[in-house]
């Protein structure tokens, strides 16, 4: 299974729309699935406002190259 190396979060503000590195870190996708972050916020360190995380707005980067989007993970991961 692919590492992870890094997690980011868009943030969902209208006036900043920035990504940030998230506030918890996970090693591999089951601890990231399974993990209570998924529909939590977090605080974006740019505008300060507090944004959902979501797989919609979140991005991962793994051992195997650079950023995907978690729906692409999990749509090629079987
Ligand atoms: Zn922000």
């Given at each position: 299974m692919d590492k992870i190396t890094e997690i980011q979060i868009l943030c969902l503000n209208r006036n900043c729309v920035k990504w940030f590195n998230s506030p918890i870190f996970f090693g591999d996708m089951d601890s990231l699935m399974s993990?209570?972050?998924?529909g939590n916020k977090a605080q974006c360190p740019h505008c300060k406002e507090m944004t959902p995380c979501n797989t919609a707005n979140m991005r991962v980067k793994s051992t195997d190259g650079g950023f995907q989007g978690l729906d692409t993970v999990l749509s090629t991961r079987d």
């Open positions: 993990s209570t972050l998924i």
